[in-house]
């Protein structure tokens, strides 16, 4: 009875909200690039990035807040938005006109026309998934090595190990490549 | 190059896309959220069916979400693990019942298992009655769920079914708060406690008949109506998102939560012929 009695006996506590101003504020930025080192293209960021407000907005009433801080959430729902991007199919460069690339232009000469973000990108890309994601993660978003390790599950020292080795190859390839 | 070099390359950004999406996103929540109000006598109609449903359909509703959903709340009550909020308000773009409803949602995921695997590699979740009603079967998946791909799991779900399709589920989630209330007041936004591993907060209209019982001595809580139940039809040897549905009558069924022994039990029944000393007696069967 003295249980079922404490129960009654709270009285009202406020309840906590997910403040959507601050959380777009807070999280826009870092979504955005976190796609753009995902995907490093400007404005497929901006499309993924308004795809998982718009998600998240629609399915705001299923968000568990006992499972996940709201950004994990958000983030939760990126990766699986990076994923539909990634298996959809994407316009390519025909096949003609590759070869007049190539004709035309060497990669290297190609890589010392883009920016620097557009060389990171190329860089990036030739990392595995796993390890794009946790530079775009750390890198892109900002996120700590404990939250990346929440979000994809992996131990908060296995985080640093990968980035550390990462980044030493990225680094690497980085002074060797300069145009 | 150090490692922060990497991070150089971060931009805002532009204030045209923010703000047009900004604009989408309010003009969506003004039109959606704060549009003209519902007569009295139908918001307290809604009240108790939609915010029942909300509760039974199993989403662990947040603070976050009741103040969203809600415009007032009248009381909460709570226990370890278990947060009820009552109310006597709902806004309008609470979702309204119109008989059974299907609902996703990827903020957690799953995959099917037998009993026997859960068994084997999950024993924490494999806690099981030794006595359900006459008739109903152990089906032989079983979910398991994670709050992401690479994670732990969470909580397993069972269900048993009888000949005519009518279902029973049982929900066994990790222990949630040994120390206290699942919000940290003094915390960081959005912070939970760092011990506290899993909450479950609901939210339910005034009328809603609710009430305090005990399961070996541990206290639970039992609802009358607005079932709703997890669909595990998901495919095998993939994550599925969290999918469920409604029942089609929300004033049938019930279902009760309580903790014990580090778990936090959920146990659902849609059927007219389970009664609740059948629920309480299948619940204090678990050993």
Redesign the interface.
């Known amino acids: 009875m003295t249980?079922?009695l404490?129960?009654?006996g709270?009285?009202?506590?406020p309840?906590?909200?997910?403040?959507?101003e601050?959380a777009?504020q807070a999280d826009?930025?870092r979504l955005?690039?976190f796609f753009?080192?995902r995907v490093g293209d400007d404005l497929v960021a901006?499309d993924l990035?308004?795809e998982t407000?718009?998600?998240a907005?629609r399915?705001?009433?299923?968000?568990?807040?006992?499972?996940?801080?709201?950004?994990t959430?958000l983030f939760?729902?990126a990766r699986?938005i990076t994923a539909d991007y990634f298996r959809k199919p994407h316009p390519e460069v025909p096949l003609d006109a590759a070869s007049q690339v190539v004709d035309d232009e060497t990669v290297e000469s190609l890589i010392q026309q883009c920016s620097?973000?557009e060389r990171?990108s190329i860089l990036l890309a030739r990392l595995t998934d796993r390890d794009r994601e946790l530079?775009a993660l750390?890198?892109?978003a900002?996120l700590t090595n404990r939250t990346i390790a929440?979000?994809?599950?992996?131990s908060e020292s296995n985080v640093g190990t990968i980035?550390h080795r990462v980044?030493q190859y990225?680094?690497s390839a980085?002074?060797e490549e300069k145009p | 190059m150090n490692d922060d070099f990497l991070s150089n390359f971060r931009k805002s950004p532009r204030p045209e896309f923010a703000q047009s999406l900004h604009t989408k996103l309010t003009q969506d929540a003004k039109t959606r959220l704060f549009a003209g109000r519902n007569p009295t006598s139908k918001r307290i109609a809604y009240s108790l069916t939609v915010l029942c449903l909300i509760f039974a359909l199993g989403i662990a509703v947040s603070p976050a979400a009741a103040r969203a959903v809600v415009e007032r709340i009248i009381a909460t009550l709570r226990m370890r693990g278990v947060t009820v909020f009552v109310t006597d308000d709902v806004h309008d773009d609470a979702p309204v019942p119109t008989g059974e409803e299907k609902f996703e949602s990827y903020s957690f995921i799953w995959t099917p298992v037998t009993p026997r695997d859960l068994s084997v590699n999950y024993p924490f979740f494999a806690k099981l009655p030794t006595w359900v009603p006459t008739g109903y079967v152990l089906q032989e998946r079983v979910a398991l769920y994670y709050g992401n791909m690479y994670g732990t799991p969470g909580s397993s779900l069972f269900q048993w079914k009888d000949n005519t399709g009518e279902t029973i589920q049982l929900e066994v989630m990790r222990g949630s708060c040994p120390n206290g209330e699942f919000y940290d007041p003094d915390g960081p936004l959005h912070d939970q406690r760092p011990d506290c591993t899993l909450s479950m907060l609901v939210i339910v209209g005034p009328d809603s008949e609710m009430e305090v019982l005990t399961v070996n001595g541990q206290p639970a809580i039992l609802f009358h109506g607005g079932v709703g139940f997890a669909d595990l039809s998901g495919s095998v040897g993939k994550w599925n998102p969290y999918r469920g549905r409604s029942a089609k009558d929300a004033t049938k069924g019930m279902w009760m939560t309580w903790e014990s022994d580090g778990r936090t039990f959920r146990l659902i029944a849609e059927s007219a012929t389970i009664t609740q000393e059948d629920l309480l007696r299948m619940a204090e069967s678990i050993p």
């Open positions: 249980d079922q404490r129960f009654f709270k009285s009202l506590v309840a906590r909200e997910v403040d959507w601050a777009y826009l930025p955005y690039n753009r080192y901006e990035t308004a407000f718009e998600k907005w399915n705001r009433h299923r968000y568990r807040y006992d499972l996940a801080a709201f950004s959430w939760t729902i699986h620097d973000f990171l530079v750390k890198y892109g900002g929440h979000l994809i599950g992996l980035l980044t990225l680094r980085w002074d």
